[in-house]
């Protein structure tokens, strides 16, 4: 069971099978201005501060795919798999020797 919220940005649309109960059946509609008001700002804030995380998150993309240009090339990944499993190997032994305990 979910109860998910379809407010931009986070549009849901129902799948077959999925049952949808409209809860603004159960709250009285905003009527009053100053409220209204107030809830338009907030969305509005809540709408730019999402617009300028996902900028963010793509210039820091940006910089890490320009970083990684740097250092991918001169990698030995296969010296790093060697690596990987033989600490992998001494974590299962230990794992052992403490369960064999």
């Known amino acids: 069971m979910a ?4 407010v931009e940005p986070h549009y849901y649309k129902p799948q077959d099978g ?9 709250v009285r509609p905003v ?3 100053v409220l209204q008001a ?3 700002t907030a969305r509005e804030m809540y709408r730019r501060c ?11 993309k940006k910089v890490h795919d320009e970083m ?6 001169n990698m030995n ?6 690596r990987r499993q033989k600490v992998l190997a001494r974590i299962l ?8 305990q």
């Open 18 to 26: 999925d049952v949808v109960v409209d809860t603004m059946t159960c």
């Open 68 to 73: 990684e240009s740097y250092y991918i090339p």
């Open 50 to 60: 999402m617009e300028e995380a996902v900028d963010f998150i793509h210039r820091a």
């Open 38 to 40: 107030e809830r338009d």
């Open 77 to 82: 990944f296969q010296d790093i798999e060697a």
């Open 93 to 100: 032994e230990l794992a052992e020797e403490v369960n064999g």
């Open 31 to 33: 009527s009053d201005p």
């Open 3 to 6: 109860v998910v919220n379809s």
